[in-house]
């Protein structure tokens, strides 16, 4: 495993991830290697940023073997009785042990490759640095690296560069080039099939490259046999050349390159030409990349050599930017995606306009990237012009249309446009079970994004309809017990705490517990999902100490997965917290002690919700948001209204901003200042916001819908208090008259 950075470790469990074909995540990895019961070894090498946290990316089990190679002697820690510090070996010694890990005799020429030790060594004891000695060599590498002792004990007079430069020299033109362009690489597993597929590329699009492409073309050529086509032989002699002076090594068997980190350093640090070779080798990596969906394993592992080589995103080529805007995007990079794809959708449209297929799957591109950013207006701009140009190219009935359709259906969904969101969905499923059946899985997938839409509009006899026909569904096509029909068994289960069949819910979420824990294990994401669940009908059932139990483990699993700050991490918290809450309530209500304190660690909890998504997501986004008005909430609890006061209105100037004025999310953010407005005593103020809550929701969301009715019981109780304060009461028909004359306007498209 690389341990250079956290990037290049999650990269590397992710590899091994997709690899066994057990998820897509680097969590996925770490569990796959607890669930493989067999003994391993894991070698995290060159783990040397003292901020690197390593035991996040320990396997939790009892089997198997961890060593770590590091120059930070505070990982000591991990192995007290067991580390063995290189630095207590006297200049000889040190520089046999290198000899004999890498195999090699001890003759002149592989001796001079160890006197990076006696180098260090002899500039320490000259000017007793030991504690210091990294962050001097980190702000003067060349200086140190060139540098040859003053005194010495042999009569050796080269230094690590001029130790290298010589093999260097040494080298044919074409092979010093080879290691020059991979020095801008990441140093390690730098896959070999980035030579051969940019090869192909160059062959299958000759004459069409730019004149900055003509080093990479020429450069290629020298991978090219006499019949035209890739050489393998060609490469592997190139390669071989290099290894004989110890400069790069080769794994066959994962066919990947990589150059020794100081060596890396070395060769990256001396380029003569660095802006022109840096452009060369980033249009070589561009033509490499596959944008087919069964290359994503090969697009994940290049990730870190994209972030080493590519320092910014504006000076690629134009014709490599939905090549490094996929990369990022697998990657999580979604501010540096949006960059590619808004760059690549703006010269589309000036070279073509806006309706030709290019265009419109470029404005797909970025419609995607700005969901992923909580941008949900404007990914609903894009998404609607999608789907009107490929209804006007491809008709109504195109697979393409259909996508373009539920891409736009849930970009509805995140705006609170449910209505719109469900006539489109529907016109989904009927357009793909009359193209694909009703057993396709992109027909099922349809059917559970229906149901959804229909449980946030209160029907959830509907969704619990389609729900079952998509268990039902899965388990013919899959079997009990894969992943997916778990999937639809834990939606349905959903459905049926909304429905307050709690018993129900509560059998299916335990079977998923179940069979999550046996095809993964206790500690796997999905496991701890289901576990979440389980507490969530808990606590609807009044079990609340099950409920805080299992929001616990579940949060101390993603706490030891993930770490602290990771999106799932914050939810687990959050969630927790909503259980303290209710405890608090719970005690409170039935004259308990303690009822305080539950609401003090509520806020504990809520306050690193909130510092970590504005960390994370920016003061802006809704899930910050969300950990605001939570936080307000338990501030009501505990008597600080001020404070709940200040919140709320943030959060609800927030949600206008951001989602407008209709959509749910505002309307709780109204309900909440409302019931902040009552607390202190402003039950006129208060009143004016419950009306147009419950105008709001009548018209959205129906009479009968749950929130609907909760907006209306907490009107009836404010009138009631006013009613009190005026010395009478509010008449029901009066009410309703209110109601009814309470009208807005349509909220705009």
């Not at 030790?117 to 980190?138: E, T």
């Not at 990237?369 to 491809?394: D, F, H, N």
């Not at 736009?408 to 995140?414: M, V």
Request: negative net charge; aromatic residues 8%.
């Amino acid at each position: 495993m690389n341990a250079s950075s956290s990037e290049a470790l999650n990269n590397s469990f992710m590899n091994i991830a997709i690899s066994q074909r057990f998820g897509k995540t680097p969590e996925a990895g770490i569990q796959w290697l607890i669930s493989e019961h067999k003994e391993w070894t894991l070698l995290f090498d060159n783990a040397d940023d003292p901020k690197l946290k390593l035991s996040p990316f320990f396997p939790r089990c009892t089997h198997g073997k961890i060593i770590i190679t590091s120059r930070n002697p505070q990982l000591a820690v991990y192995g007290p009785a067991s580390h063995s510090q290189v630095g207590d070996l006297d200049e000889e010694n040190a520089a046999l042990l290198l000899l004999a890990r890498a195999v090699k005799e001890h003759t002149d020429e592989n001796y001079k490759l160890a006197v990076g030790i006696v180098q260090a060594g002899a500039y320490i004891a000259k000017f007793k640095c030991l504690m210091d000695y990294l962050s001097i060599y980190r702000q003067n590498k060349e200086e140190l690296l060139r540098k040859h002792p003053d005194q010495t004990l042999d009569t050796y007079e080269w230094t690590v560069y001029t130790t290298w430069q010589s093999s260097f020299e040494k080298l044919s033109p074409v092979a010093a080039r080879f290691l020059q362009l991979s020095s801008l690489l990441h140093h390690s597993n730098i896959p070999q099939s980035i030579f051969a597929n940019a090869t192909q590329w160059i062959l299958s699009n000759e004459g069409n490259e730019t004149e900055s492409m003509r080093e990479a073309r020429e450069f290629l050529g020298n991978f090219v046999s006499g019949s035209g086509n890739w050489s393998e032989q060609y490469f592997r002699n190139i390669v071989a050349e290099i290894e004989e002076y110890s400069l790069l090594e080769s794994d066959q068997r994962s066919k990947t390159l990589s150059i020794h980190p100081l060596v890396h350093l070395w060769c990256s640090g001396t380029l003569p030409d660095e802006v022109t070779t840096r452009a060369c080798m980033a249009n070589l990596l561009g033509m490499a990349i596959d944008l087919g969906p069964d290359a994503y394993l090969d697009r994940i592992r290049i990730i870190a050599h994209v972030n080493r080589l590519v320092p910014d995103f504006t000076v690629l080529n134009y014709q490599f930017w939905m090549q490094y805007a996929w990369i990022y995007y697998d990657g999580g990079k979604f501010e540096q995606a949006k960059g590619l794809y808004g760059m690549n959708l703006e010269r589309k449209r000036e070279l073509f306009g806006n309706d030709p297929p290019g265009t419109l799957t470029a404005m797909a591109n970025l419609a995607s990237t700005y969901g992923e950013l909580g941008w949900y207006q404007e990914a609903e701009g894009l998404a609607l012009s999608v789907l009107q140009g490929r209804q006007k190219l491809l008709g109504n009935k195109h697979p393409d249309t259909l996508l373009a359709m539920a891409n736009l259906a849930a970009t509805y969904e995140r705006l609170g446009q449910y209505q719109e969101a469900k006539g489109l969905e529907l016109s989904v499923l009927q357009g793909r079970q009359k193209l694909l059946g009703d057993d396709h899985p992109d027909t099922l997938f349809a059917m559970g994004n229906l149901a959804a839409t229909y449980g946030r509009l209160g029907r959830y006899q509907e969704a619990e309809g389609l729900e079952l026909s998509m268990l039902q569904g899965r388990q013919k096509l899959l079997g009990d017990d894969h992943p997916d029909t778990l999937i639809a068994m834990g939606n349905l289960a959903g459905t049926y705490g909304r429905l307050g069949r709690y018993q129900e819910a509560e059998g299916l979420e335990l079977s998923v517990l179940q069979g999550r824990q046996t095809l993964f294990g206790n500690d796997h994401p999905d496991t701890l999902i289901a576990m979440a669940n389980l507490a969530t009908t808990y606590r609807r059932l009044g079990r609340y100490q099950e409920a805080e139990g299992l929001k616990l483990s579940v949060l101390q699993g993603r706490q030891k997965l993930l770490g602290n700050d990771h999106p799932d991490t914050l939810l687990a918290m959050a969630n927790l917290a909503v259980t303290y809450s209710q405890l608090g309530q719970y005690q409170e209500a039935e004259g308990l002690e303690l009822s305080l304190g539950r609401y003090q660690e509520a806020e504990g909890l809520e306050l690193s919700v909130l510092q970590g998504r504005q960390k994370l997501l920016g003061n802006k986004h809704p899930d910050t948001l969300l950990a605001m008005a939570n936080l307000a909430a338990t501030y009501s609890q505990l008597g600080r209204y001020q404070e709940a006061e200040g919140l709320n209105l943030s959060v609800l100037q927030g949600c206008q901003k951001l989602l407008g004025n209709d959509h749910p999310e505002m309307l709780h953010a109204m309900a909440n200042l409302a019931m902040t407005l009552g607390s202190t005593g402003r039950h006129q103020a208060a009143e004016n916001l419950q009306l147009k809550v419950v105008a709001k929701r009548r018209e959205v969301l129906g009479a009968d819908h749950p929130n609907t009715l909760c907006a209306t019981k907490d009107l009836t109780a404010t009138r009631d208090a006013l009613g009190k304060a005026k010395g009478k009461q509010p008449s029901a028909k009066r009410l309703s008259k209110l109601f009814s004359r309470f009208k807005f306007p349509a909220s705009k498209k």
